[in-house]
């Protein structure tokens, strides 16, 4: 039971560029989420699933897309990527919504150039 | 737009005292939970709170909620080093699913 990983770990872009943050699950929890965490703050809700084949906007979605194509994953998209994008990014899961306790991801650490 | 405030943001104690942290929110909710994370480390879940008066405890870390006023604390008891980390407090206001943050609060526990 690996519980909630993701992938890569590090990665450095330069402006402009695109990339996938996966993130994977296999504790058949219903919700995802993804955050970014930036210095001395909090994390900020970029979007989230309640469910297979759905997505919602969070608190900062600009610039970020989404999709959950399978129950297990949830894959974060920059398409053009901007230095206001350098943060550390966290992914969760739960078995249900709010009632239930998130298992947080090892978070991906992106810096954009 | 919701807002959750934790006080103090740098917490530096000794060991074997007691102390609180805070954490206000401006939305009527009566979901709030509270996480640790150390240093370059991602989030564990402590406690989740999930009605008026709900107490719960773990340890020499004990969480409330007050829905009224709404606040939550954390209380620590006789701290000890390895509770060094830092303490974010979350609410997720209805509909369900968008938790809003506080800043963290970081706990240095000197010996």
């Known amino acids: 039971n690996a519980g909630v990983t993701q992938t890569p770990k590090f990665r450095v872009l330069k402006t402009g560029q695109s990339m996938t943050l996966l993130c994977a699950q296999d504790?058949?929890?219903?919700?995802m989420y993804w955050y970014r965490q930036d210095p001395g703050m909090g994390l900020r809700l970029i979007h989230y699933s309640v469910g297979e084949g759905t997505t919602a906007k969070g608190e900062v979605p600009d610039g970020y897309n989404v999709s959950r194509l399978k129950k297990q994953n949830f894959l974060l998209g920059l398409e053009s990527a901007a230095p206001s994008q350098t943060s550390v990014y966290f992914c969760?899961?739960?078995?249900?919504?709010?009632?239930?306790?998130?298992?947080f991801g090892p978070g991906t650490r992106l810096t954009v150039l | 737009e919701l807002k959750v405030e934790q006080n103090p943001l740098f917490l530096s104690m000794q060991e074997g005292k007691n102390y609180t942290i805070y954490c206000n929110y401006s939305t009527t909710s009566d979901r709030l939970y509270w996480y640790r994370q150390d240093p370059g480390k991602s989030l564990e879940s402590l406690f989740v709170l999930l009605s008026n008066g709900a107490v719960k405890q773990e340890g020499r870390l004990m969480a409330s909620l007050d829905t009224k006023a709404r606040l939550s604390t954390l209380h620590i008891t006789a701290a000890v080093h390895d509770l060094s980390a830092t303490y974010f407090c979350?609410?997720?206001?209805?509909?369900?699913?968008?938790?809003?943050f506080g800043d963290g609060t970081t706990l240095t526990v000197k010996p």
């Open positions: 504790m058949n929890h219903e919700y």
């Open positions: 979350a609410v997720d206001p209805r509909p369900a699913g968008k938790s809003t």
């Open positions: 969760a899961s739960s078995y249900q919504g709010s009632t239930d306790t998130q298992y």
